[in-house]
Nanobody, 117 residues
Framework: QVQLVESGGGLVQAGGSPRLSCAAS????????MGWYRQAPGKLRELVAV???????NYADSVKGRFTIARDNAKNTVYLLMNSLKPEDTAVYYC???????????WGQGTQVTVSS
């Protein structure tokens, strides 16, 4: 079993630079890629960024150049460094982990990020 716990959300002013963290515990040896998704009210959950165990990254076009995903394998933690936040970045942000031999990803409980203009 893998557990993911996010932290770092909250109310942020537009232009702010918060950092989200996601700590994994349990069977962490089974984790492959990790990522961040977000879901705004009335919208589908969407990919924000993903990082492989080797450090390769991929970003949604809407956050390229503003957000950075990073991973500390020693701490089993993935980070989302957010810069130049916009009100449209307001959403619940979820951490995800792809597990070896498992089709569905593991999700964290989510952390709310609200950007005020």
């Amino acid at each position: 079993q893998v557990q993911l716990v996010e932290s770092g959300g909250g109310l942020v002013q537009a232009g702010g630079s918060p950092r989200l963290s996601c700590a994994a515990s349990g069977s962490v040896f089974s984790i492959n890629a990790m990522g961040w998704y977000r879901q705004a009210p009335g919208k589908l959950r969407e990919l924000v960024a993903v990082i492989t165990t080797g450090g390769s990254t991929n970003y949604a076009d809407s956050v390229k150049g503003r957000f950075t995903i990073a991973r500390d394998n020693a701490k089993n933690t993935v980070y989302l460094l957010m810069n130049s936040l916009k009100p449209e970045d307001t959403a619940v942000y979820y951490c995800s982990a792809d597990l070896v031999g498992v089709v569905a990803p593991k999700w964290g409980q989510g952390t709310q990020v609200t950007v005020s203009s």
